[in-house]
């Protein structure tokens, strides 16, 4: 089947454990990032893109200030496929395989093209495991549930990064989104309709990682219920250094405070996010298709907004 994209650029970090694509076509740009843990046998994790640009505007992704338009079902399986046929096995050879619809865009604003993918991809490859990662847009979820039930490898992953519904409006300034109580709500019904556990994604920063934060975050989502996610987020800009041992020290001493409060937790700190930017929100290449083509890309809710962190008292 040929691809719906028209060219494909790969970068390769040094020490060979992630590789990044960059898929153009005429009307949109899209990255893959494919990691291998520590082989492809293993296991193989792919996070694509469900969007080129994203209108959420979230203040740490280099995705972040622009949007232009969703991708279609075989868009996004293309870039599965492609990845897949990067590595070294058959996608029926690997132990663990994971695809992550986590690298650009907001999948549950495009629920057409999503759906399209995940139930495409189920057929293809019924081991994989497929999570979802969302901001939580003030959307009817409810098509999202019964694909959840549909499709049993699906899992979901909220991206809470936040303590408080003011701190999250500043990071994340798409101002049609569920509150923190609504997407605990949203959460717990999802588990008890499918049975499993849903995650939560945190950004550990110096204003946000002290035990009042992880004690907001325990009355909000039940450990019983939910797992953790605490993630590394380094620079946005190509330009800035993105090692920071600082941020690495912030998220494991942040998941040890959730960690005491009976989570199940994991710390995301992608292979890649100091050479080839192969972190979520790392998307220094497609800035500079954004850039060169300002008649589609258009800008989002974040365009020109700045992090400020404000410690809570």
Same mark, same amino acid.
């Not at 203040?59 to 338009?69: A, L, T």
């Not at 994971?98 to 604003?109: A, D, K, R, V, W």
């Not at 192969?278 to 220094?284: A, T």
């Given at each position: 089947?040929?691809?719906?994209?028209?060219?494909?650029?790969?970068?390769?970090?040094?020490?060979?454990?992630?590789?990044?694509?960059?898929?153009? @076509?005429? +009307? #949109? $740009? &899209?990255?893959?990032? *494919?990691?291998?843990?520590?082989?492809?046998?293993?296991?193989? =994790?792919?996070?694509?893109?469900?969007?080129?640009?994203?209108?959420?505007?979230?203040?740490?992704?280099?995705?972040?200030?622009?949007?232009?338009?969703?991708?279609?079902?075989?868009?996004?399986?293309?870039?599965?496929?492609?990845?897949?046929?990067?590595?070294?096995?058959?996608?029926?050879?690997?132990?663990?395989?994971?695809?992550?619809?986590?690298?650009?865009?907001?999948?549950?604003?495009?629920? @057409?093209? +999503? #759906? $399209? &993918?995940?139930?495409? *991809?189920?057929?293809?490859?019924?081991?994989?495991?497929?999570? =979802?990662?969302?901001?939580?847009?003030?959307?009817?979820?409810?098509?999202?549930?019964?694909?959840?039930?549909?499709?049993?490898?699906?899992?979901?992953?909220?991206?809470?990064?936040?303590?408080?519904?003011?701190?999250?409006?500043?990071?994340?300034?798409?101002?049609?989104?569920?509150?923190?109580?609504?997407?605990?709500?949203?959460?717990?019904?999802?588990?008890?309709?499918?049975?499993?556990?849903?995650?939560?994604?945190?950004? &550990?920063?110096?204003?946000?990682?002290?035990?009042?934060?992880?004690?907001?975050?325990?009355?909000?989502?039940?450990?019983?219920?939910?797992?953790?996610?605490?993630?590394?987020?380094?620079?946005?800009?190509?330009?800035?250094?993105?090692?920071?041992?600082?941020?690495?020290?912030?998220?494991?001493?942040?998941?040890?405070?959730?960690?005491?409060?009976?989570?199940?937790?994991?710390?995301?700190?992608?292979?890649?996010?100091?050479?080839?930017?192969?972190?979520?929100?790392?998307?220094?290449?497609?800035?500079?298709?954004? &850039?060169?083509?300002?008649?589609?890309?258009?800008?989002?809710?974040?365009?020109?907004?700045?992090?400020?962190?404000?410690?809570?008292?």
């Amino acid at each position: 089947m040929d691809s719906p994209w028209k060219d494909v650029q790969a970068l390769y970090d040094v020490a060979g454990h992630v590789a990044k694509y960059i898929f153009t @076509g005429p +009307t #949109a $740009a &899209a990255e893959a990032v *494919l990691y291998r843990y520590p082989d492809y046998k293993t296991r193989t =994790v792919i996070c694509c893109s469900t969007q080129s640009g994203c209108p959420i505007g979230c203040r740490f992704c280099g995705s972040g200030d622009y949007f232009v338009r969703s991708l279609s079902g075989p868009e996004i399986v293309a870039q599965v496929e492609h990845c897949l046929q990067e590595i070294d096995c058959s996608a029926e050879e690997v132990n663990l395989l994971q695809i992550m619809f986590m690298s650009m865009g907001e999948p549950m604003l495009n629920p @057409g093209g +999503t #759906a $399209a &993918a995940i139930r495409e *991809l189920a057929a293809r490859y019924p081991r994989a495991a497929l999570l =979802v990662s969302t901001s939580a847009p003030r959307v009817d979820y409810e098509s999202f549930l019964v694909l959840s039930c549909d499709v049993p490898t699906v899992g979901l992953q909220f991206s809470v990064h936040e303590s408080t519904d003011a701190a999250r409006n500043a990071l994340i300034p798409f101002r049609a989104k569920l509150s923190l109580a609504e997407i605990a709500a949203l959460g717990t019904t999802w588990a008890a309709r499918t049975g499993r556990p849903p995650f939560f994604n945190y950004y &550990a920063h110096e204003a946000n990682s002290s035990p009042a934060d992880a004690d907001r975050l325990g009355q909000l989502f039940a450990p019983a219920i939910w797992r953790a996610t605490v993630s590394v987020v380094c620079e946005r800009s190509e330009g800035l250094s993105s090692t920071n041992e600082h941020q690495r020290g912030l998220a494991r001493d942040f998941a040890s405070l959730l960690v005491e409060r009976g989570y199940d937790v994991r710390t995301f700190d992608p292979a890649g996010q100091d050479t080839i930017g192969g972190g979520c929100g790392q998307l220094h290449y497609v800035q500079a298709w954004f &850039a060169a083509h300002p008649e589609l890309a258009r800008p989002s809710i974040g365009a020109g907004l700045r992090i400020l962190h404000t410690p809570l008292p």
